[in-house]
């Protein structure tokens, strides 16, 4: 499986970012795919997941209400429509499904 995220960019903050994260190969195999980032200087943390079906969206507390995780299985695509960015949003964001991950797109938000 490989996985390619996109979107990222430098906006000010209270702008909106859309990420796509692009899955091809045996995706088949994929079960659900995570957003997770990593600011300079920090561990990676977890910002959102979905099942590969498209159930339940799950979101960390410092995103809930402004982010929305969602998936498009014709285009094998997982996006994360971010909103009302912050400052503290500036990392790089990768995707992941099980072993597999993306290379990562930077997002910098300045205030």
């Known amino acids: 499986v490989q996985l390619v995220e996109s979107g990222g960019g430098e906006v000010q903050a209270g702008a909106s970012l859309r990420l796509s994260c692009v899955a091809s190969g045996r995706t088949f195999s994929i079960n659900g795919v995570r957003w997770l980032r990593q600011a300079p200087g920090k561990e990676r943390e977890f910002v959102s997941a979905i099942t590969w079906s498209g159930g339940t969206p799950y979101y960390a507390d410092s995103v809930r209400g402004r982010f929305t995780i969602s998936r498009d299985s014709a285009k094998n695509t997982v996006y994360l429509q971010m909103n009302s960015l912050k400052p503290e949003d500036t990392a790089v964001y990768y995707c992941?499904?099980?072993?597999?991950w993306g290379q990562g797109t930077q997002v910098t938000v300045s205030s």
């Open positions: 992941q499904a099980g072993v597999y």
